[in-house]
C-alpha cells in the first residue's frame, strides 16, 4: 500500500494525523504526501502551531464536505 493511500485511510478513519503518527506508519515526508493527496483533488486543511520549544508542527485532516442542496 502506498504511503498517498495509508495517508488517506488514516485521515477517514482517525479523522486527522500529524509528522509523528506518519512517521510511525514509515512516512519521513508527510507535508509532501499531503501536497500529492491535494493535487489529486483531495480537500485537506492544515492547523499549524508553535510548540513550547520553538518547533513548528502541522496537523492535517480531510475537509468536510457539505450535503448535497445544503
Given at each position: ?70
Amino acid at each position: 500500500m502506498s504511503q498517498e493511500t495509508q495517508i488517506l485511510q488514516h485521515l477517514k478513519e482517525h479523522g486527522s494525523i500529524t509528522s509523528l503518527q506518519a512517521f510511525k506508519m514509515g512516512c519521513l515526508r508527510l507535508a509532501s504526501r499531503v501536497y500529492d493527496l491535494r493535487s489529486k483533488g483531495h480537500e485537506i486543511q492544515t492547523q499549524r502551531w508553535k510548540t513550547r520549544s520553538g518547533k513548528i508542527v502541522a496537523r492535517y485532516w480531510l475537509k468536510k464536505k457539505a450535503p448535497k442542496g445544503a
